[in-house]
């Protein structure tokens, strides 16, 4: 067996290593970051898996549990809609009827997340037409492309089994679709399938976002904008009722939504005193604000939420920097996909800052939401840097 999972291992390996050779438009400088991109995320990947393997977590549960489940019972809990159930159907085959070990089962998963990283890097290419416009653009005196993409909370949650890792690859492979949707087709599918089995609320706020990114686009005509909206509000019709099923909410009034904010928030707060924060108090830009970039230094209570402090403080200081480079103006000159992006993000970063109260599951969540308003903040750093240029001339 040991065997196995040394050959599995290696495989995997090569294959996420030769990923970047799939994709057109990477020069050879683009392949050297994304050569240091790929041990720098599999070296947390060995991290997560030795952090997960000594404290416990998710991914031992979605890994572990299908080698005492039989499979008939998987694929019902799966059909029935339970995310847990798609996870452990999706690890059935590699966990049981292979009976890799829990070590390979996270280097598969890790190739999945440096598959995100992939995607990320490739869209925010599209928008950076040359590096000179972001090259002077440091934080704390490194320049922040592309060594932005190298934050390790993002590849500590998409270097392991779970679902984080498979909602972050799939958002970046919605996106990458609606790029070239024609072409993509399957992308989109995949992604679609994938979100909505795990956690529907996210492909409404993907639909949701996308959609009025479109709606909002100005290069668009006015009947192109009524199909899109059409379009839009079947695929949100069509999975409605089953996200508040999910979510558990009985309607979208505004006492319900309070009601269960409040109770959610309350019981994730108390799931784990030692990074609990009770925001059922604070205002709104403070649940925000703590949903973003906390915990930070006076938060600090282990090894791990020093490294989150630091992270969050270069997030902080690149939030300013995007304030001070003309954002709405940036706004309004970007296309729909940096429009959607920018309301994904804050669309999610709202909704999830109501209802969590633990510093420990924020870093895990915003992992989905965070990368997308860094790809709207390098535009805006872009697009300043050209009418800077166009100004001067």
Known sequence: MMILNAMVCIVVILIGFNLKNVFKGFNEYDKRILNRLYFFHMTIAIVFHLYIAAFGGDAQHYWGQPKEM?????????????????????????????????FTGNMMYAQLGFLGFLLLYRISKHYLKDFESVANIKILGITIFPWIWFLPNMHFWSGGIGKDTLLFVCIAAFIYALQNLKARIFWMIIAVIIATAVRPHITLFLIASFGLGYVFDGSLKGYQKVFIILVFIVGLASIFNYVLDFIQLDSLETDVIEEYATSKSSSLNSERSGSGVDTSNYPLPLKIFT??????????????????????????????????????????RSDYLLKG??????????????????LGIMLRQKNMFVPWFIIFGLWVFHYSYNQLKENES
Do not use: Q
Not at 304 to 331: D, G, H, W
Not at 347 to 356: D, E, H, K
């Open 70 to 102: 039989p499979f008939r019972e998987i694929l019902e809990m799966s059909l029935g809609g339970s995310p847990s159930g798609t996870m452990f159907l999706l690890n059935y085959f590699p966990s049981k009827i292979l009976d890799l070990s829990f």
């Open 291 to 332: 949903f973003l970039y906390r915990p930070l230094f006076f938060d600090i209570n282990n090894a791990f939420s020093i490294l989150a402090s630091f992270e969050n403080l270069i997030l902080l200081i690149f939030t300013v920097k995007v304030f001070r480079s003309s954002p709405i103006r940036a706004l309004k």
């Open 341 to 358: 992006s920018l309301v994904f993000f804050l669309l999610g970063s709202i909704a999830f800052s109501l209802i969590l109260g633990n």
